[in-house]
């Protein structure tokens, strides 16, 4: 990649085509239950940009500037009342829409609160979020996420972690299904596994082939290998504008969606909305777990500063807690827990990684087209004003899916997937096309396990 090219796909600040972007969306800012009916204020970073965010005592959220329109002191230090932040400075106060509704250090006769406004943002609370819109159309786009108003809302799980690095980077690695055989499951052998399972074709081999197309509403891929006589194992993903990926950890068809939110250029957050879960992850053949091959999270407390929400003891600082014994035992990475060794990978590439040192191979089909999809949708954007995907037609957002099926060799996987999308919310979908034809799968009699 062009180091120019790298530069316009990773920076979000307020004037860049990338930022431009994805203010044309709405995401998810902050998990509901950080916000308390009356209770302390949130600093919020989003996009390079400083927010404070707050609940009313009467449940009201606002997403606003921090700085007070008065004297620019930080409203992180303010009374949350009814009706919204007071200033502590000389009382200023703000609803939860910007607009100053109390001037008490002005007189009577001088008071032009009705005049003061400060930025305050859109918000829409859903599915355990609160989600912004930075855009600056003066009727935010409609509302819409995916399929998860198929789910009960108590039913859906909602996560934040912070990642300490890129937010392009971060995505990436999760539409990087190779690495799965390796970084999570090097150490683990086919052998380990009921012949004839999931599991077990995956470990057996580590090289699949790989098709990507690109959709509506961004790219997926297909990772595909043998699954015994005549058939063959598909794991497919999802990648929609501007920073959505679905994994297939699940069986096909599963609600499991991620967002990789930009706080700014070197920092993200991961949010993922998700059904409940049924896979067994990281266990033999006897259910007993693999080392390090958990998925638990030990969340640090969140602490008041810009970035210190929902930060993991696992850090770079600490080289993610990285084990050289368990290393040489079976654990393959040293890393322990399947979040923590994407999360340690990651950020081991720094802030932003120089993507011009980069020398890819057929596996990275998914990341090279979706870096080209990004760029179009970037550049068509900037240059002729064309709203990206999924901004103004929210249909292009339903019945998209991910998960991994065994078909019949015979049968094209993504004629497949095209009739699931129409049997997963009992409508027409219109089928997503492809430009070239798959190659087919190496011949499983390659593919036996080593003795």
Same mark, same amino acid.
């Given at each position: 990649m062009r180091a120019a090219d790298n530069e316009i796909l990773t920076r979000v600040g307020p004037g860049t085509p990338m930022g431009d972007l994805m203010r044309q969306y709405w995401f998810p800012a902050i998990k509901s239950t950080e916000l308390e009916a009356g209770g302390a204020p949130v600093r919020l970073r989003l996009l390079g940009e400083n927010f404070l965010a707050f609940r009313s005592p009467d449940g009201t959220v606002g997403i606003i500037d921090h700085e007070c329109a008065h004297r620019c002191a930080s409203l992180f230090y303010g009374r949350n009342e009814d009706g919204g932040m007071r200033c502590v400075y000389h009382g200023w106060k703000f609803d939860a829409k910007g607009q100053c509704v109390d001037m008490p250090s002005e007189p009577p006769e001088t008071d032009y609160k009705e005049r003061v406004r400060i930025r305050a943002l859109p918000v829409h609370e859903a599915y355990g979020a609160v989600w912004a819109y930075m855009g600056s159309a003066k009727e935010p786009p409609p509302f819409a996420a995916f399929d998860l108003d198929l789910i009960p809302e108590a039913d859906i799980t909602t996560t934040f972690m912070f990642r300490e690095c890129n937010w392009l980077q971060a995505l990436e690695g999760d539409i990087d299904t190779c690495h799965v055989g390796f970084l999570h499951g090097g150490g683990v052998r086919a052998t380990d596994y009921e012949p004839g399972t999931i599991d077990y074709y995956r470990s057996l081999n580590r090289h699949p082939k790989y098709e990507a197309v690109e959709t509506p509403y961004g790219t997926m891929y297909t990772a595909y290998r043998p699954a015994g006589e005549g058939e063959t194992y598909h794991r497919v993903g999802q990648f929609a504008l501007p920073f959505w990926t679905m994994a297939p950890s699940e069986p096909m068809g599963h609600n499991h969606v991620r967002a990789w939110v930009p706080l700014d250029d070197e920092n993200s957050m991961l949010v993922t909305f998700s059904a409940p879960r049924y896979t067994p992850y990281g266990k033999d053949k006897d259910g007993k777990p693999f080392t390090g091959m958990t998925i638990k999270l030990d969340f640090l407390p969140n602490t008041t500063d810009w970035l210190g929400r929902w930060r993991i003891k696992e850090n770079p600082r600490n080289d993610h807690l990285l084990s050289r014994e368990l290393q040489k035992d079976r654990n393959y990475s040293g890393v322990v827990g399947i979040v923590v060794q994407d999360q340690a990978i990651t950020e081991s590439m720094g802030p932003i990684v120089n993507r011009t040192k980069e020398h890819l191979g057929t596996s990275d089909r998914m990341i090279l087209l979706?870096?080209?999809?990004?760029?179009?949708? #970037?550049?068509? /954007?900037?240059?002729?004003?064309?709203?990206?995907?999924? #901004?103004?037609? /929210?249909?292009v957002r339903r019945n998209v899916r991910s998960g991994f099926m065994v078909i019949p060799s015979s049968d094209d996987w993504l004629e497949t997937f095209n009739r699931l999308r129409r049997e997963w919310r009992g409508e027409d979908a219109a089928p997503i096309l492809r430009v070239s034809k798959p190659e087919p799968a190496r011949d499983e009699a390659s593919l036996q396990p080593a003795k």
């Open positions: 979706t870096r080209r999809t990004l760029m179009r949708a #970037v550049l068509a /954007l900037r240059d002729d004003g064309v709203a990206p995907a999924g #901004v103004n037609d /929210l249909s």
